[in-house]
């Protein structure tokens, strides 16, 4: 049995003294190994967080997005070394925002995959198609060809480095939750690919995650799906009451 993963993606939310808050509320509530707790705060947040956690050092913390390169005249990013040594253990890598707003491609999602591996980063690889390519019927295409693209920078030997996420883009912040038997057609997609690519056992150990709209009142439902090994919450996961809710459904 894998541990069921609940994360959260505060995307561009919670500055430091914010961050320290929410912590002082959600951390007493989880003093469990299980369910897996992982919170992915803004890049500027993640020193406070790693402070604010204190004596719950079991909730994971990752950054939203990382550089491939590990230092350069990039400016703006941050590399893998850099948010490993301020606390992270994973990095969120192809998000839909990163993809669809600032553009990031297939080739740079291999390319931080294999940064973040580099550097003892667990990448939290995250596929999903628009409202138009479900639409077109191209839903296993777009998730089976980004999936791929992600695995080219796992090497051979990895044993259990990624989690992967199905976050379909017209379910994100929209309030529109993917219909179970959707989440599990395109959750099956995704096993049966990896157990093609890189055999049965790598394909059981790598947890997959849903996302888009996941709230207290849907998650347990959601969990309960087949293949379906955890959630990645956005605007609930801002809340503590709300979030340690969802926790509660792992
Ligand atoms: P919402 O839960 O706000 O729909 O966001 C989902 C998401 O993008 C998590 O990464």
């Avoid at 430091?16 to 989880?30: C, D, N, V």
Wanted: charge should be negative; include cysteine.
């Amino acid at each position: 049995m894998r541990p069921k993963v609940i994360a959260g993606n505060w995307k561009m939310h919670h500055g430091p003294s914010a961050t320290r808050k929410f912590f002082s509320e959600f951390s007493p509530r989880f003093d469990g190994a299980e369910p897996t707790i992982l919170i992915f705060p803004p890049a500027i947040s993640l020193l406070a967080a790693a402070d604010s956690r204190g004596s719950r050092p079991e909730i994971g913390l990752g950054i939203q997005n990382i550089h491939w390169e590990p230092e350069g005249a990039f400016t703006g990013e941050h590399s893998a070394n850099m948010v490993v040594a301020a606390g992270a253990r994973f990095a969120l890598v192809g998000h839909s925002e990163r993809r669809h707003v600032f553009g990031e491609t297939d080739a740079q999602v291999e390319l931080k995959v294999a940064a973040a591996i580099g550097e003892g980063l667990t990448p939290l690889v995250c596929v999903g198609e628009t409202l138009d390519e479900r639409r077109g019927g191209r839903v296993e295409e777009v998730i089976v060809r980004q999936l791929d693209a992600a695995l080219l920078g796992v090497a051979e030997d990895a044993k259990n480095p990624i989690l992967v996420a199905y976050e379909p883009v017209w379910a994100i912040g929209t309030g529109e939750t993917a219909t179970t038997d959707d989440v599990a057609e395109a959750h099956g997609i995704l096993r049966r690919r990896l157990r093609e690519i890189r055999g049965d056992g790598f394909a059981q150990e790598v947890a997959i995650l849903y996302g888009g709209s996941v709230k207290p009142d849907n998650a347990a439902e959601l969990l309960a799906v087949t293949d379906v090994d955890g959630v990645l919450v956005g605007g609930a996961s801002l809340d503590p009451e709300s979030f340690a809710r969802i926790a509660e459904s792992g």
